[in-house]
């Protein structure tokens, strides 16, 4: 098959809907291999009739559906593992549903009775210092796989604006790393799209301590350590 009869990954990415992170990404997990790749430049290219199968894993992703169990799907589409995998994941999904209509009917109770909404501020943390026995290598990290700044004057990423309930700081403490204050720290990020994050973390130089999984009674998360040997719970928002 000649190059002209394959598609870049830029044109099956137009063609599928999918991106081209989301791609690469599914190559390096083996749900959707490219028909070739060129030794040379590393390009991808795919053929056309995969557009079909490169939708079908859209539309499961799109409702949440994890990578593992699309794999079972993809292997059996018409089978009794398929029907299986669709039916448990539909029931957490109703799940989830239900857990949110009640909050849904908590705050309609609330407005009923004339609870008082009015904005208040309330005490929450701000910020979270983690030992970085290399600091250099820390910052670097955090850079890449978040596309977080460093601020040197305040030794620290910041999340949001100042006077904002988006606002955080993620401080890095070198003396502590090197002195030994204390151990190793764990925190959790909320991501948008969970298996790009711990993608993205890995290349970044991340080490694996726990590969993307989903329980009953909280969202999908994996967790990863920085280079200073952190760990960081990335879950899915």
Request: glycine fraction near 6%.
């Amino acid at each position: 098959m000649s190059h002209r009869e394959l598609l870049s990954i830029g044109e099956f990415s137009v063609k599928t809907g999918l991106s081209i992170p989301a791609l690469r990404h599914y190559d390096e997990v083996d749900l959707l291999r490219p028909a070739r790749v060129d030794p040379g430049t590393g390009y991808r290219r795919y053929r056309l009739d995969q557009a079909a199968q490169a939708t079908l894993i859209r539309h499961l992703r799109s409702v949440d559906v994890p990578i593992d169990q699309i794999r079972t799907l993809l292997a059996d589409q018409s089978g009794p593992d398929a029907a299986a995998v669709l039916h448990a994941h539909r029931e957490r999904l109703l799940e989830r549903a239900h857990a949110i209509a009640r909050l849904a009917e908590t705050i309609g109770r609330h407005h009923e009775e004339g609870t008082s909404m009015a904005i208040t501020k309330e005490d929450r943390v701000v910020q979270v210092t983690v030992p970085a026995r290399n600091l250099e290598a820390t910052v670097k990290f955090y850079t890449e796989a978040f596309g977080l700044e460093y601020d040197e004057s305040i030794a620290s990423f910041q999340f949001g604006a100042w006077e904002t309930d988006s606002f955080f700081l993620l401080t890095l403490d070198e003396s502590a790393g090197a002195g030994g204050r204390f151990g190793p720290a764990m925190f959790g990020l909320y991501v948008d799209d969970l298996d790009a994050a711990h993608a993205a973390a890995l290349a970044a130089g991340a080490a694996l301590v726990q590969p993307p999984f989903e329980t009953d009674y909280a969202p999908r998360r994996s967790v990863v350590a920085d280079p200073s040997g952190n760990r960081i719970s990335l879950t899915q928002r």
